[in-house]
């Protein structure tokens, strides 16, 4: 058995969509060891709720999961500067680190794609839950509803991922 931890990198909207999702966490966690962000992510997250990055991690109960990492912000790709703080660090931390990234907006995605990363939004990962058998089909579903319901997903996309997990079920 592998003792290798498995680790992602995440810029700010798929940890929002994780907090909108009932055992969103719950189900990150049973995927990765490890969710490594960079600093400008955790202040964007905790951006007028939180009075530290403690107390939003206890608040989510992600203190085990979530990895803070600096970036050297020399390092910053250029092909990245056009993305805000929190989509260029997340970019940059994934290609230093060699791990794929969790990224939904569609500027931060085209970009990371274009550097050679390997890009996956939160519906991507319900799909992967599905597919290795850590959430039954109507979980899956039953998630997809509430991230389209909070406005994280839209219809095309809530279509297309439900109609993937339908075939596969």
Known sequence: MSTERRRIVSDTGPLISL?????????ISRLY????????VLKELM??????????????????????????????HAKTRHLDEGESQAIQLAIDEELPLLIE????????????LHVSGI???????????LISVDEAKGKLDEMLRAGRI?????????KAIENEA
Not at 19 to 27: D, P, S
Not at 33 to 40: R, S
Not at 53 to 75: C, F, G, I, P, R
Not at 105 to 116: D, F, K, M, S, V
């Open 33 to 40: 060891d490890v969710v490594l962000v960079p600093p400008a």
């Open 47 to 76: 951006q007028g709720q939180f009075e530290s990055t403690e107390a939003y991690l206890v608040h989510y109960n992600v203190v085990d999961l979530l990895e803070v990492k600096d970036v050297s912000s020399s390092s910053v």
């Open 19 to 27: 907090e909108k999702l009932t055992g969103g966490f719950r189900l």
């Open 123 to 133: 519906a991507g990962q319900l799909t992967r839950g599905f597919r290795e058998g």
């Open 154 to 162: 839209n219809i095309k996309v809530h279509e297309i991922v439900a």
């Open 105 to 116: 907006e569609q500027a931060g995605r085209e970009t990371a794609q274009e550097l050679g």
